[in-house]
């Protein structure tokens, strides 16, 4: 119940194209849905996050869309670009865990030119 | 506003050794967890300290500890250590309240390598 299983594994899109990345969670308790950007020797960077009482949210060209009665939600990156290859992670937490994030399992993207 | 900091960013141990990490927080943060990343098991959660109590412990066995001082930084050990436990280490940074409270930030990581 504390697993947040994410897919693809991997994605490769070409420039412009919309990548499209989904999660899907079981423990309804979860209140708190990040998405993390990861590139190589770097840490997790902070892209964008949503709570279950929001069914989409925008920032730039970023789009998570949520669908709580399915427990899924899904990271759209709109016109994407090679800067865009990188790694990404969707993540869950719960109220009472404070600092305590589930992670997916990843998913490497890369935008071809 | 600088971000989390950790020290050492690269470090090569032997097995059996023990060895010790560092972290700054975001300058106001008051909430410091660790987490465990490696290609087989990915983002895993360690544990989280808040005005230097431990709140929040994943499943890793003892070896690994870690400790939070007054001013919020806090460093995590591991003793005899072990092959498995190469990884990039990373900690991260919140506010621990308010609206923005879940919001945590990772620093850049140590990155472990047992031989």
């Known amino acids: 119940q504390q697993q947040v299983k994410q897919s693809p594994q991997s994605l490769i899109v070409q420039k412009g194209g919309i990548p499209i990345i989904n999660c899907a969670y079981e423990?309804?308790?979860?209140?708190?849905f990040p998405w993390y950007q990861q590139f190589p020797g770097k840490g997790p960077a902070l892209l964008i996050a949503?709570?279950?009482?929001?069914s989409e949210k925008k920032e730039g060209r970023f789009t998570i869309s949520f669908n709580k009665s399915a427990k899924q939600f899904s990271l759209h990156i709109m016109d994407s670009q090679p800067g865009d290859s990188a790694t990404y992670f969707c993540?869950?937490?719960?109220?009472?865990?404070?600092?305590?994030?589930?992670f997916g399992q990843g998913t490497t993207l890369q935008v071809k030119p | 506003k600088a971000g989390v900091t950790q020290t050492p960013r690269y470090l090569i141990k032997t097995r059996g050794q023990q060895v010790t990490l560092s972290c700054s927080p975001i300058?106001?943060?008051?909430?410091v967890s660790w987490y465990q990343q490696t290609p087989g098991q990915g983002l895993q959660f360690l544990f989280e300290?808040?005005?230097?109590?431990?709140?929040n412990k994943g499943n890793f066995p003892g070896r690994f500890s870690g400790r939070q001082f007054s001013n919020s930084r806090s460093e995590m050990n591991v003793s005899t250590l072990e092959l498995g436990d190469s990884a990039l280490y990373l900690c991260?940074?919140?506010?621990?309240?308010?609206?923005?409270?879940?919001?945590?930030?990772f620093g850049e990581g140590s990155w472990l390598t047992v031989v």
């Open positions: 300290y808040f005005s230097e109590t431990q709140r």
């Open positions: 423990n309804t308790a979860f209140d708190y």
């Open positions: 993540a869950a937490s719960m109220p009472s865990n404070t600092g305590k994030l589930i």
């Open positions: 949503i709570r279950p009482d929001v």
């Open positions: 300058s106001g943060h008051r909430s």
């Open positions: 991260a940074s919140s506010l621990a309240g308010g609206p923005s409270g879940n919001t945590i930030y």
